[in-house]
C-alpha cells in the first residue's frame, strides 16, 4: 500500500450495527488519537494503532482517512492491527450534514454532492508563501454557486503541508470551478514555483441500498 493513500474506511475495521458500542475512541484512547483541528463542520485527528494494539468497538462519523504509514460513511468497529507495522493516519470526520432544505429533492440533491480533498505542500521553508496563496483563494472560491465548503487546514507537525477540504454541489460545480481565473492563477503559481498539489474526489455513499429501502417500503 502506498505511502500517500486514501480510504473512506480503514482497512482494518468491521462494521457492526449496534448503535450502544457507538462510543467516542478519542478519550478512551488519547495515546492513539491527538485532535489536530475542530470546529463546527469537522474533527481533524493524528490516528496511530501500534503493531498488536487492539481498541473496543467505538464509532467514527463519515469521515475520510489519509495513511501515512501502511497498515467514508459512519462505521462502528473494533480494530486490531496484526500487521508488522505501526498503523499511522489521518482521520478527517465530518460533523452534521449539508446546509439543504429537508425536502425530498434536497436527498436527492445530496446524493450529488461531491468532496474534494486537495494536499499541497511547498519547498521547505515555504509554508508562509503557501498559507498566503491558498487563503486567496478562499474569498472568490465560497462565492461561486456551486461551493457549499471550502475550508483550508495546516499540518501540525509538518507545517509546510496544508489540506482543502472542499464540497461543491455537484461535479459539473467542481469541474466549472477549475476553469475559474483565479484558481487557474493560482495552479500556474504553484507549478512555477515547485509546490506538490494532489486533488482527490469523494462521493456521499447512501445509508441505505435501493433493495434495502424497497423491503422497507413494502
Known sequence: MPNRLLAAVAALSFVVPVAVL?????????????????????????????KGDTEEFHMHPAHVLYVLAPFSEPVTHSPTNIGDTDAHGILVELKGQTALPATAEAGAALGNVLTAVTFIEGRPGSSEDVKRELLSLTAPTRAESGAIAYDLYQSVDRPGRFMRIEVWRDASALEA?????????????????????????????????PEERAALAR
Not at 478512551?28 to 469537522?42: A, H, S, T, W
Not at 494532489?198 to 447512501?206: A, H, K, M
Open 177 to 209: 470551478h477549475k476553469l475559474t481565473p483565479h484558481l487557474k492563477a493560482s495552479f500556474e503559481r504553484r507549478k512555477n514555483a515547485g509546490w506538490m498539489t494532489e486533488i482527490t474526489r469523494w462521493e456521499r455513499v447512501p445509508e441505505e441500498v
Open 22 to 50: 457507538a462510543q467516542d475512541p478519542v478519550p478512551r484512547y488519547p495515546d492513539n488519537y491527538k485532535v489536530l483541528v475542530e470546529n463546527d463542520r469537522v474533527r481533524v485527528l493524528d490516528f496511530r494503532l501500534r
